[in-house]
């Protein structure tokens, strides 16, 4: 418990205070260890796609009904030179503090093909990630409500869980 509240200390500082660290294997791998047997969500947006703005907006309305490290903004800009206005525009919708990874520069091919073989780069992209670490991706707006259904899906599971009766064997 305590290495998984420091490792998501760490993705919050790293997207509260500089630019999203890169998105790499080992950090995809990363994440979905702190996130394993939970659902979660992963959000792609570029500063040139007018609707990934739009959901972002939106988002914020979301986050105090969620967890926020069960979702992932993913920036496909793959442009070095744009990172303080990725940070800006994040800022200015109050997400900052929401884990982040970005393409790396001039490798967005290598960033979709990491996400999704068979992804070509439709903006916005959503990945909803299931307990077992399945991942399903949707291209175009997700909507909010439909998002929070979605998430609290997990939640749910858990509560039914734990409110099940215990089976004494005798």
């Keep these: 418990m305590i290495r998984r509240g420091l490792?998501?200390?760490?993705w919050l500082l790293s997207g509260s205070l500089t630019a999203a660290p890169?998105?790499?294997a080992q950090s995809l791998d990363a994440r979905a260890a702190i996130m394993a047997g939970q659902r979660w969500v992963s959000i792609c947006w570029s500063l040139d796609c007018?609707?990934?703005?739009r959901e972002l907006g939106e988002l914020k309305s979301l986050l105090p009904q969620v967890d926020r490290e069960r979702l992932l903004l993913i920036n496909t800009d793959a442009d070095a030179d744009r990172e303080q206005e990725q940070q800006q525009v994040l800022a200015q919708l109050g997400l900052t503090a929401l884990p982040q990874l970005s393409f790396a520069d001039g490798q967005e091919q290598q960033g979709r093909f990491l996400l999704d073989p068979a992804w070509y780069?439709?903006?916005?992209r959503t990945f909803f990630i299931d307990?077992?670490?399945?991942?399903?991706g949707k291209s175009?707006?997700?909507?909010?409500?439909?998002?929070?259904?979605?998430?609290?899906?997990?939640?749910?599971?858990?509560?039914?869980?734990?409110?099940?009766?215990?089976?004494?064997?005798?």
């Design 22 to 24: 890169l998105l790499t």
């Design 7 to 10: 490792m998501l200390g760490l």
């Design 50 to 53: 007018p609707a990934c703005i």
């Design 131 to 136: 307990e077992k670490g399945n991942w399903k």
């Design 140 to 170: 175009g707006l997700v909507e909010q409500q439909w998002l929070r259904q979605w998430l609290a899906q997990d939640e749910a599971s858990k509560q039914t869980a734990q409110q099940a009766p215990l089976i004494h064997q005798q």
């Design 121 to 124: 780069g439709e903006l916005p």
